[in-house]
């Protein structure tokens, strides 16, 4: 059976972005609440993955070992409070590749709905750039916008106001709402 899920987008949302990239561990620093906001998330039952574009890895900025030890400090930092993450899928190539896995791109959306009982129509989407809403709308899932990250530049973008995309301050804060608005329901 399938089911709606919480599809997080990592830098600018789960973690501080970068205009230099995150190169290294030592440079993945958490934004605040973030971590807490996941494990709130699973532990009221919503599957949380997460999505991400990692251009850096073809820019030669990092590896995927070093990319694969920013994301077991990320497990291991949500596990600690109780949560957990589904599943982490990252697309490595240069925007230049013109791949499918690319946001604004399907393809790792649809790898993941495959790969796990999930109903990307009834998800939330949630990121701080325009591809992230603009692969919201193309899987069709509930966009969700943060000001963290390139999120303050992103909440001007003709496509927000135009869709009535919900903007929130940070992951927290929509965690907050979402879990407020599913006990209400119950």
Request: hydrophobic share 40%; charged share 20%.
């Amino acid at each position: 059976m399938q089911r709606a899920a919480v599809i997080l987008d990592r830098d600018g949302v789960i973690n501080h972005d970068s205009s230099t990239y995150i190169k290294t561990l030592e440079e993945f620093s958490l934004i605040q609440g973030s971590a807490q906001a996941i494990a709130d998330l699973h532990l009221a039952g919503w599957p949380v993955f997460i999505i991400t574009n990692q251009s850096g890895i073809a820019r030669g900025l990092y590896n995927e070992q070093t990319l694969a030890d920013m994301h077991s400090y990320l497990y291991r930092a949500v596990s600690e409070l109780g949560g957990d993450i589904q599943a982490i899928y990252y697309c490595p190539h240069h925007p230049d590749d013109h791949c499918a896995c690319r946001k604004p791109q399907p393809g790792l959306f649809l790898q993941l709905a495959l790969e796990h009982p999930v109903d990307l129509e009834s998800s939330y989407y949630v990121g701080d750039k325009i591809t992230d809403m603009l692969a919201a709308r193309v899987i069709k899932a509930k966009p969700v916008l943060v000001k963290t990250g390139k999120g303050a530049q992103t909440l001007h973008h003709p496509v927000i106001e135009q869709n009535r995309i919900p903007v929130y301050s940070n992951l927290a804060d929509f965690a907050n709402k979402l879990l407020a608005d599913s006990d209400q329901e119950e």
